[in-house]
């Protein structure tokens, strides 16, 4: 909510402008380093401590993850010196093909935004320390600050005083933030580790980095080929008219918090899927898997389908306001749907990663990524020349079930890690579920008295269509006795 809170203030301030096309190209840098260092480095972290610890070594660990991070502070500061003395070369592949206000405006968010990449780094290896001793609330925590800072920086100096410019200073500040909040929190924990490091220690995390670079070199490439897509995107759009990649980023991050739910119980669970694998217990990773997929499904078709019914009223509840126009909201409104149709098969992909990672097989979600690169660099440019953003999002969506139903073959039959024939039956259950949930919210409209169109009418369309749509979705799935649900009804009486 937080990070919508940031959409609002953006569409309010700055609209589908060209200088928001321009931040949602910069921010490709932003996006990268989030994605490397807090998305790599906890998935090689986590594993490894499991390693170690369960041998008795866990100093070893914490040494292996201060030398990693050290180590990766050498590229990672020859990238940030090079964006920024040279960032038009670095607009000029993103988006060759803007205008000149877009391309001025990206060129000098590149050259700011690359100092984020530093403060990324200690915020993923304080992250993967954190979430190998079963702290998780950091992160969540952490990506609030910087929301929060976002938001109130562009709130406060978004107007005369600093226009655009004040994305700039908002996503410094936010990544500082960011940093902060980890390291406080990891700092006692390491010096309580000690890390002593006598002769034999120093050669056990010697190997322990040499493997740690192993397993993350191949994890290096998903991040890399995850935000190549996204460059084939913003290429290909390039040459579009001003707004369009606007409009995209604006659905993009809509999808981002309709995902929340079911990805925070998937990093929740990895460090789970981590111990069962290092213990060689198949069957008990395959249960585990399976009811956690299970899970993520009951609650991922519903959100998907519910908010596709309501996306329109949605959009114009979060974003027409200001410079944001009706004509923006009925596109994003579209582009969102169209990302929708993809959503169950983010989730599966997000699963199959962490329970690849658990089982140190890095390279096929990574071949996995490439092999759709190829496929986004073929199909995009054509989509978007003829559909514009809405045939970029639906190529995303044909790409994501694509590489869902590829790993969920090799994950099934190479690895033992879930049961997938069990899940199919399941899924198509609870999207007959959720569809009918999502009709029920939209028979809202009919019992709010309410003016169309006014703010308590879209409050109460949004929020009376989601109410009615989730009860009916739940006394259902109750009645139809689906273990989920009754797993759920049971904990919250327990709560009470």
């Excluded at 079963?134 to 800072?149: D, E, G, I, R, S």
């Excluded at 978007?384 to 953003?389: D, L």
Aim: glycine share 8%.
């Amino acid at each position: 909510m937080a990070g919508m809170s940031v959409e609002i203030v953006f569409a309010g301030r700055f609209g589908t402008s060209a200088a928001v096309d321009a931040f949602r190209i910069a921010s490709a840098v932003v996006y990268m380093g989030q994605q490397v260092f807090v998305g790599v480095l906890p998935s090689v972290i986590v594993p490894l401590f499991a390693e170690y610890d369960t041998s008795g070594n866990a100093e070893a660990a914490w040494g292996i993850s201060r030398e990693l991070t050290r180590l990766a502070l050498i590229p990672t500061s020859i990238v940030c010196l090079t964006l920024i003395f040279s960032p038009g070369t670095a607009v000029s592949v993103l988006a060759p093909g803007l205008g000149p206000q877009a391309r001025e405006w990206a060129i000098f968010f590149v050259r700011w935004f690359s100092l984020s990449l530093i403060p990324f780094l200690y915020s993923g290896a304080a992250i993967g320390l954190l979430y190998a001793h079963q702290v998780f609330w950091t992160a969540t925590a952490a990506q609030l600050a910087y929301n929060v800072t976002l938001f109130g920086t562009v709130l406060l100096f978004g107007g005369t005083l600093l226009g655009p410019a004040s994305m700039t200073l908002g996503v410094l500040l936010a990544t500082s933030a960011f940093a902060l909040l980890q390291l406080l929190k990891v700092t006692p924990s390491v010096r309580a580790a000690g890390m002593r490091q006598s002769p034999a220690q120093l050669t056990i995390i010697r190997a322990g980095v040499r493997k740690a670079i192993r397993l993350g070199v191949p994890l290096l490439g998903l991040p890399i080929m995850n935000q190549a897509i996204g460059i084939i995107a913003l290429w290909s759009l390039s040459r579009t008219p001003v707004g369009t990649i606007a409009a995209m980023g604006y659905a993009g991050k809509l999808m981002q918090m309709a995902l929340l739910l079911p990805d925070t119980i998937g990093t929740v669970l990895f460090p789970r899927f981590a111990v069962m694998a290092r213990a060689s217990d198949r069957n008990e990773l395959r249960e585990l898997a399976t009811r956690a997929l299970r899970m993520a499904l009951f609650l991922s078709l519903p959100i998907a389908c519910i908010l596709f019914a309501l996306r329109l009223p949605l959009i114009e509840l979060l974003f027409r306001h200001g410079a944001f126009s009706k004509v923006a909201a009925d596109r994003v409104g579209l582009i969102f749907g169209l990302f929708l149709m993809g959503m169950p098969a983010r989730v599966l992909i997000f699963y199959q990663q962490k329970l690849f990672y658990a089982v140190e097989n890095t390279r096929l979600p990574t071949c996995s990524s490439f092999i759709t690169m190829i496929a986004a660099a073929i199909l995009m440019p054509e989509a978007a020349g003829i559909f514009g953003a809405e045939g970029i999002a639906a190529i995303f969506a044909l790409l994501g079930w694509m590489t869902a139903l590829a790993q969920a073959y090799v994950l099934g039959f190479k690895h033992a890690a879930w049961d997938s024939t069990a899940l199919a039956p399941y899924a198509l259950k609870i999207f007959v579920l959720a569809a009918g949930a999502a009709w029920v919210s939209r028979t809202a409209d009919l019992i709010i008295a309410l003016r169309p169109g006014s703010t308590l009418g879209l409050i109460a369309h949004v929020g009376g269509g989601a109410i009615l749509a989730c009860l009916a979705y739940w006394l259902v799935a109750v009645a139809a006795g689906i273990p989920e649900a009754q797993e759920i009804r049971r904990y919250l009486r327990w709560q009470f």
